[in-house]
């Protein structure tokens, strides 16, 4: 059954509505004060990391290991992607290029 124009526009204001108080919530909970609370500062140093190693494990968690065309796509890919990032700190660079290296080994090479 397909959703009605008054639904969709509806979804569209609660999306907005939310995006909107997410984006407000820090200004609304700290104020004007102008010190970031320690919590903060730690959740900023701690996250990025941690969110990666949650990405690798999600991306990686079916990869069959018993042959070396099932998995050698995902790990030459990891490889340039660490590689590049290292060399250039780029994470656009780095995981952009990785997708399309990523695409290319596994619709050419290992089809």
């Not at 190693?53 to 968690?61: D, G, I, K, Q």
């Not at 656009?92 to 695409?103: A, K």
């Amino acid at each position: 059954m397909p959703i009605s124009v008054e639904q969709s526009v509806a979804i569209i204001a609660v999306t907005a509505l939310c995006t909107i108080l997410l984006r407000a919530l820090p200004f609304l909970l700290f104020g004007g004060r102008k010190e970031v609370p320690g919590v903060v500062s730690d959740l900023g140093v701690l996250l990025p990391s941690s969110i990666m190693a949650v990405l690798v494990v999600y991306c990686l968690r079916n990869v069959d290991f018993a042959a070396a065309g099932h998995f050698l796509p995902e790990f030459l890919s990891c490889l340039l992607v660490a590689g590049l990032h290292v060399w250039k700190k780029n994470i656009l660079l780095s995981i952009g290029l990785g997708t399309v290296f990523y695409m290319v080994l596994v619709q050419a090479v290992f089809a």
